[in-house]
C-alpha cells in the first residue's frame, strides 16, 4: 500500500470511525485522539511528562486539510492539532 487513504468518515457512539482503502476500520475514541495530539503545545506538555488522564472530551468538528490530513475540534475548545492521514492510521492500528 502506497499510502493510506480513507474511504469512509463517521461518528459512531461518540467514537470516530475511519474505513481505510486497505480493508482497514479503525475507531477513534475522541479521549484518545485528544491525549495524542500533533499540535506543537500538546507534544511539549508530553514531553514533560503529563501529569494525570486525558481529558474527558467529544469531537466537536472533524475538517479535511488539503487531500493529507484533518484538523480536530474538541469539546475543551482544543482544535489546533492536524492529524495527518498517515498518523490517523497508525493510532488505529494500535488501538
Known sequence: ????????????????????????????????????????????????????EAPRVTLKEVTPVGNYAYKIGFSDGHDTGIYTLEYLYEIGLRS
Open 1 to 52: 500500500m502506497s499510502s493510506p487513504r480513507p474511504l469512509a468518515l463517521r461518528l459512531e457512539g461518540g467514537d470516530l470511525v475511519i474505513e481505510w482503502n486497505d480493508g482497514v476500520t479503525a475507531r477513534y475514541p475522541p479521549d484518545r485522539l485528544r491525549q495524542l495530539c500533533p499540535c506543537a503545545t500538546c507534544k511539549e506538555i508530553n514531553a514533560r511528562g503529563s501529569s494525570g
